[in-house]
């Protein structure tokens, strides 16, 4: 009987225990053995849900038990999930989360601890939801020399983008909607704002290239200035506006991450993925490119990519996966070192050169950020977005 | 120091040792140590190449090198790949494979010999070539209960039937084209006939169920009859047609699977994916559907699988990743249990409550295979073919 813990007992947390419930005969089969379910860590009152007999508040409790093999970080943020994962990993427990945020910040301790203690700390569903990502990346593609990732790596904005681009409706009206259907916080900040992604896109190149890049190394923007005439511009000459998290690796060995609503032509089978959906391209030097496409978001997507780090780590036992970056990378400047395509709209005219699309809207490049930003200036354009070649 | 030998010096055996030139130096990385290539099976003359020193003509000399610690059978077919297999692991030897031919006739004999040997029998490139799905199947969404698999598995027919559908060319043009493109053998019938998408369904559904699919026991129509009308009428419709293997568990627990050409709508993602491109699409109770997709084939591509599970099997010496299937799996009867819908056409008067399309075509269903080839017979229909839902 393998013993493990949830902590945190809301959508994540919840989303485990009812895979568990569903699936536990043949997860059970996988394993070997029994999976039990010992604990759930929450300060919330849980006694009138079919959990009141395992609710505990006080994490020694998860500490101090020796049968406990492996806890579930389902808190989120990076403070009590901090310590808790830093003092489970420490008592020689496996930890698997979901939570992006402590990944991104923080992954590069935890995973030094993890493997100081020779205990798993897996967070495959940190990354596209219940999508499998992170595995195949570092070990089906082990062989390659990742190129570049780029993806859609947020389904709330992929949601409000395509309401937008599919009917129409306004960026401000496609926020409601989402937070209505329950896929966007009230507080929609870190969503709309790219840092959800950002994190992501850190997440990502940490492992297809083992340096540290840290979120706020990461030039970050959001669509809350996407307007319904850069939909229509971009749909009229063949493109979609998406949210993207992008990480190239460049000729000099250093490499550059970003997040930007780029305009994706819709010969890039990303332009496609529509609603909540996410999906991540990675390309490699062997495997050219391929695409992983899913759910990137809810209970049991992502409780599924968590249940799947369980039984790993529980396979694993004692020979843990080697994971981890201990280097920082070795960033350009945004701003000045990575020449991409810009679209730009306005009242203006247009400069010499540039593809002329609709509207008041022209394609310049390849230039660096600095150098479309003084063209903006120069010529008096509104809006400035990246396009995907 | 990591010792490996290739077995069979073609496309894909050229492959992997193309790829541990680009890439040795990261690999090495990831392994710790450097990897070696000691020994290139082949019967065929190498004193030409840059491997000269390396070729051997009798496998004898791999068997009892006691420092060889894995092979790569690259030989094709199911006699010498299938005796050499069995003797390497037999040695203790890890074995890493494209075959998709062995694996499927053969994987549940050869992962048990793995299995007493404590050696791995690794194939993730047996399926999708370069794309990551076998090990994110059987480890990623361990934690669901798999409910269905349907995907392009043959790159070869998709180039064929993107042409037919693209460019109106006639499926005899077609082969001719994927064949002076190297797509398509010179004897194309693996391909064409379905053969080839059958046993790599066969895998798919043997890792995802534990029980042995026999290629035998699956239903296999190809696309030699594809008519241009039909594909002229299917896009007039809002679908595609697409070869697909498909395998689904149903309610009883019992599989169905089957091989043939689909009509599939265009809000299947599946159904855009062109050329020689590969997808696959896999059901989860917990995941919902992720779909994975990239290079079916090729030189690189497939090296870039069989480099991966190379660096897998010995990066876990001694504790091998656990895979097989023990037992049958209980197939349903697909000609009689497995309703489906039907595209039908003729020129017939159509079936009460059938689905009009244009130029004599409709869709009936859902209805077994043999009560839509009674309709055929009763309506004197001259096409069918299973529709995607």
Chains 1, 2 share one sequence.
Not at 212 to 241: C, F, K, M
Request: charged share 20%.
């Amino acid at each position: 009987m393998a013993k493990f813990a949830i902590m945190g007992f809301g959508t994540v947390g919840g989303g485990v225990a009812e895979v568990l419930r569903l699936n536990g005969g043949a997860i059970a089969e996988k394993l070997g053995e029994p999976l039990s379910l010992q604990y759930i860590l929450d300060l919330r009152d849980l006694s009138e849900t079919p959990y009141a007999d395992k609710a505990v508040k006080d994490f020694s409790i998860l500490e101090n038990d020796p049968e406990l093999e492996l806890v579930v970080e389902a808190i989120g943020g990076a403070k009590a999930a901090l310590e808790f994962t830093r003092r489970a990993l420490l008592a020689g427990k496996h930890v698997v989360t979901s939570n992006k945020e402590l990944v991104a910040a923080h992954g590069r301790e935890l995973l030094a601890i993890a493997r100081e203690k020779n205990v798993s700390y897996l967070f495959e569903a940190s990354v596209g939801g219940g999508i499998p990502v992170l595995r195949p990346l570092s070990q089906c593609l082990s062989g390659n020399r990742v190129q570049e990732i780029v993806g859609i790596l947020n389904g709330t904005t992929n949601y409000i983008l395509t309401r937008m681009v599919q009917d129409g409706v306004s960026f401000d009206e496609a926020l409601r909607e989402a937070q209505a259907k329950g896929y966007a916080e009230q507080n929609p900040a870190a969503d709309v704002e790219g840092l959800d992604a950002c994190r992501k896109i850190c997440i990502l190149s940490d492992l297809a290239w083992g340096g540290e890049v840290r979120p706020e190394a990461v030039h970050t923007q959001g669509i809350t200035a996407i307007d319904l005439r850069d939909v229509a511009i971009a749909s009229g000459a063949g493109y979609r506006i998406k949210l993207l998290g992008r990480a190239l690796a460049l000729p000099d060995g250093r490499l550059a991450a970003y997040v930007a609503p780029h305009l994706v032509p819709l010969s890039c089978p990303v332009a496609g993925v529509d609603d909540v959906f996410n999906a991540i391209m990675i390309r490699g030097n062997a495997v050219g490119d391929v695409m992983f496409y899913g759910r990137g978001a809810g209970d049991l997507p992502t409780a599924s990519a968590v249940m799947g780090d369980i039984i790993d780590a529980l396979q694993h036992r004692g020979s843990p996966r080697k994971l981890g970056w201990d280097r920082d990378a070795a960033l350009v400047d945004f701003d000045t070192e990575l020449p991409l395509y810009w679209y730009l709209r306005g009242d203006f005219t247009p400069p010499p050169g540039s593809q002329i699309l609709s509207d008041g809207a022209v394609i310049v490049g390849p230039v660096s950020h600095r150098e479309a930003k003084a063209l903006v200036q120069r010529f008096a354009a509104q809006v400035m977005l990246p396009v995907l070649r």
